[in-house]
């Protein structure tokens, strides 16, 4: 899709745009089939620009929006607010209420402007979707979710304080609150974080709830290698390198610094 915008870009001698909504329009008019989204709104928006991306145009979903008819949204939205040259759509792409329009129907309603229509991909004889993302990282299965995206899934949040006990056993850690709306599967994960000065630091986290030391909610524990600065109140995000193991319970404290030395090893290991 990325190629297809960069390429017409060129062609025609304008900057590349990606148009996109938050929240999710299911989030709106149908929140019975939301499902989580796969990245926060600024990780999406950065990722685009890191990607050559020059201009990313979000629209807020409302309900009022959602009313809007393809002939109100081709006229004010692409043609008045964005001055479209091209398009670039997928094979499957809807707008406007009701899902009423297409791409014929922008060719119909603007014929100035130029509409490309992407066909689907495949991986594994399988066509690649957002569920099939979703479904990958929530069985902790990043290898394929890396392979579907093109890249490591991620996620991020701001560092909070826990309770400490990670410095007490000889691995500190930062304790990291997601922002995402998905949540990779518990256990223990090679991790490479970056810093918002721009660092990345390899690392090994843990995912889930911590039975060993009794607790019992949601945490994400990232122990980064080489590194011992306060990170409170600053944002990481940690791409998610490979799964090296499930989360369990060990039968004592000691066995669980023993493990935590076996993953972080593996997790070198995986980021080499």
């Not at 929140?31 to 990607?51: D, E, F, Y």
């Not at 890396?146 to 400490?164: C, N």
């Not at 518990?186 to 986290?205: C, E, K, N």
């Not at 060993?212 to 944002?235: I, K, M």
């Amino acid at each position: 899709m990325l190629a297809a915008l960069f390429a017409a870009g060129k062609r025609l001698g304008v900057p590349s745009c990606v148009y996109t909504f938050d929240p999710a329009p299911t989030a709106i008019v149908a929140p019975q089939r939301h499902q989580p989204r796969l990245q926060t709104l600024s990780n999406r928006v950065a990722t685009l620009h890191a990607a050559g991306v020059d201009r990313v145009e979000v629209e807020p979903f409302t309900a009022a929006f959602a009313s809007w008819g393809a002939e109100r949204f081709v006229r004010e939205v692409l043609t008045e607010r964005l001055g479209a040259r091209a398009l670039i759509v997928g094979h499957d792409f809807r707008f406007g209420n009701m899902r009423a329009g297409d791409a014929d129907a922008i060719r119909r309603l603007a014929p100035q402007i130029e509409v490309v229509e992407v066909a689907g991909l495949d991986h594994g004889g399988e066509p690649i979707s957002s569920s099939r993302v979703r479904k990958a990282i929530t069985a902790g299965d990043v290898d394929l979710a890396a392979a579907l995206l093109g890249r490591a899934p991620s996620i991020s949040g701001p560092v909070i304080h826990g309770d400490a006990r990670g410095r007490t056993l000889g691995f500190p850690t930062a304790n990291i609150e997601i922002a995402e709306e998905i949540r990779p599967a518990h256990g223990v994960y090679a991790v490479r974080a970056s810093l918002p000065d721009g660092r990345r630091l390899g690392g090994v986290t843990n995912i889930g709830v911590r039975p060993t030391v009794g607790g019992n909610r949601y945490a994400v524990e990232a122990h980064l290698f080489e590194f011992a600065e306060d990170l409170y109140g600053r944002t990481l995000e940690l791409e998610l390198i490979g799964r090296i193991r499930e989360e369990r319970r060990f039968a004592s404290i000691e066995a669980l610094v023993a493990q935590i030395a076996l993953d972080a090893a593996a997790a070198r290991g995986l980021l080499q």
